[in-house]
């Protein structure tokens, strides 16, 4: 059941004298996070500037205010910007958790700024700072290709299973050399050098077509977007056709129907056969390395992203994620502005800092053939992806496992967020229903966010644990079922962004996924989760 947390609010407000003490940034409902990890423990949760040791007893936020104990908590460099000075984060647009946005909530009491109090959410909201800042780009309602259904197929497929850092980008350079006429891909990241230079050689008298996003630059990108657009035109020549995709955060996009971003990762070869991913084709998603088979690449490993991935061999759906894929690309190319300049060549950056844990195993590729149920899902088709994995989410009867780089709820639920609560809700429907619940999550996926589900009903003591490096977006039911996709835990990634993903039903397949993700629970997760 939700717990309301409501009722701290007055306790708050009666005793805000006694919490405003130097250095206190705001005050809320929330829970105590004790060892690191959150408990079920209801408290008043005070963010300050620098939490230190040493501090006088007039300074001392209390223990307990009005029975209730408070948590005191040091806020990152992008909270205190929140609380501090909320137009300028929001300037930032920084729309999801793994581009640097802090959980909002909406009854925190903020004590420091131009805006003490209780602030209005379009303060510190960067959609609504996008929106402001693109009023004049106009708005196109969607429709995916005439008489295009994403009903799911059943029948003999033959589908490749693999995952990174293991063996994804050695799956997905087998998977391009084998291509003979054609490849047509959507993707939102292509700044990976190694991956250029193998569609440059591998397509030089194919054609390619690609729609392509402008997201922030990946900290490991070899090339910028435009880099690489540039180095395909000049490398296969008339083979080569490309349009940014219609978001309404790219500068080359002079319309726009995908509110933050154009997410797939889909690329059809010869109309036969998908790759289809949560990981983009860069160096955090497919690094260059085959630890699966080279003990030497284990410590790099640890450095680079968890993503899984699938290329099935099936024409109907292969047909199906083209078809899609050519709509956008063709409704994309009538509102495409000016292409953007090609910057000089980056330096390739140093190593992230974030590490997980040394592997236990690393998994190699797997191949399943035979017949089995596969359903395409596409946002932002209306229903498709919450109708499906909702009922994926309830089939669950023994255990459901799932790993996501982030579950952000909405700043508040109504008409335009419910088909995505509605998705947790089924989640923790089944923890209700005494199913075996695991959930793994990035470092993204800080306090204020675990709190947020917590208050929905969530179990976030027992059944979450967090995992540095996560990208993935799957889920696997009953060790039987697996989602494998792009779409984040969000309002925008399940209900409006384009994304795409496939439940695969056979269970090799589902259990090929499950042997990683209880791999990286065992042995990469923990219940440590940092401050907002």
């Given amino acids: 059941m939700p717990d309301d947390l409501s009722g701290l609010n007055s306790i708050i407000s009666q005793h805000l004298a006694e919490l405003s003490k130097p250095g206190v940034l705001s005050v809320r409902p929330g829970y105590k996070v004790t060892g690191g990890w959150l408990t079920p423990a209801r408290a008043i949760v005070v963010t300050v500037a620098e939490k230190k040791a040493q501090v006088s007893a007039a300074d001392l936020v209390p223990a307990v205010v009005g029975g209730v104990p408070t948590d005191v908590r040091q806020a990152s460099a992008r909270k205190r910007q929140e609380l501090e000075n909320p137009q300028a984060y929001a300037a930032e647009l920084r729309l999801a ?29 960067a959609h609504a700072q996008l929106a402001a800042r693109t009023a004049a780009k106009p708005e196109l309602t969607y429709s995916g290709p005439a008489t295009m259904t994403l009903a ?5 497929a033959t589908v490749h299973l693999s995952a990174s850092p293991d063996t994804g980008w050695p799956v997905l350079s087998g998977f391009l050399a084998a291509t003979t006429q054609s490849l047509t891909v959507g993707l939102y990241d292509f700044t990976s050098a190694h991956v250029l230079t193998a569609v440059e050689g591998d ?54 129907i995908f509110p933050s971003a154009y997410h797939i990762k889909v690329a059809v070869r010869d109309r036969a056969a998908f790759w289809l991913s949560s990981g983009n084709w860069n160096n955090s998603n497919q690094p260059d390395i085959n630890p699966a ?41 009538a509102h495409n502005g000016p292409p953007e300049q090609a910057g000089p060549p980056l330096t390739p950056p140093p190593l992230g800092s974030t590490d997980t844990p040394p592997f236990a195993t690393f998994f190699p590729a797997q191949t399943v053939t035979g017949p089995m149920t596969i359903t395409p899902l596409l946002t932002p088709d ?137 791999h990286d629970w065992d042995h990469l997760a923990a219940q440590k989760t940092l401050s907002d």
Avoid at 112 to 119: A, W
Avoid at 318 to 329: P, R, T
């Fill in 152 to 156: 799911p197929v059943n029948g003999p």
């Fill in 382 to 518: 209306p229903g498709v992806y919450t109708t499906a994995v909702k009922n994926l989410i309830a089939s669950a009867t023994t255990s459901l496992y799932l790993q996501f780089q982030y579950i952000e709820l909405p700043r508040q639920t109504d008409a335009t967020s419910q088909g995505f609560v509605d998705l947790v809700q089924a989640v923790i429907d089944r923890q209700q229903a005494g199913v075996d619940l695991k959930i793994v999550m990035s470092e993204f996926e800080t306090a204020g966010y675990l709190e947020q589900l917590q208050a929905l009903g969530l179990d976030v003591v027992h059944n979450v644990k967090l995992q540095n490096n996560v990208h993935n977006k799957g889920i696997i039911a009953d060790g039987q079922r697996v989602l494998v996709s792009s779409q984040n835990w969000s309002t925008d990634g399940t209900l409006y962004n384009r994304d795409a993903g496939v439940i695969v039903e056979h269970p090799d397949a589902a259990q090929y996924f499950q042997q990683i993700f209880l």
């Fill in 293 to 333: 088979t080279s003990a030497a690449d284990a410590a790099e490993a640890r450095h680079r992203d968890r993503d899984w991935h699938v290329i099935v061999e099936q024409p109907q759906l292969a047909g199906v994620f083209e078809d899609y894929i050519k709509n956008d690309l063709a409704v994309a190319a």
């Fill in 203 to 256: 397509l030089k008298t194919k054609q390619f077509s690609l729609v392509l996003d402008h997201p922030p630059k990946n900290p490991t990108a070899d090339q910028t977007d435009a880099d690489t657009v540039a180095a395909l035109q000049e490398a296969l020549n008339g083979g080569f056709t490309e349009v940014w995709a219609l978001t309404r955060t790219d500068p080359d996009a002079t319309a726009w």
């Fill in 97 to 125: 958790p793994d581009q640097g946005s802090v959980p909002h909530f909406g009854d925190e009491q903020v004590l420091v700024g131009s805006h003490p109090g209780l602030r209005p959410a379009a303060l510190a909201s």
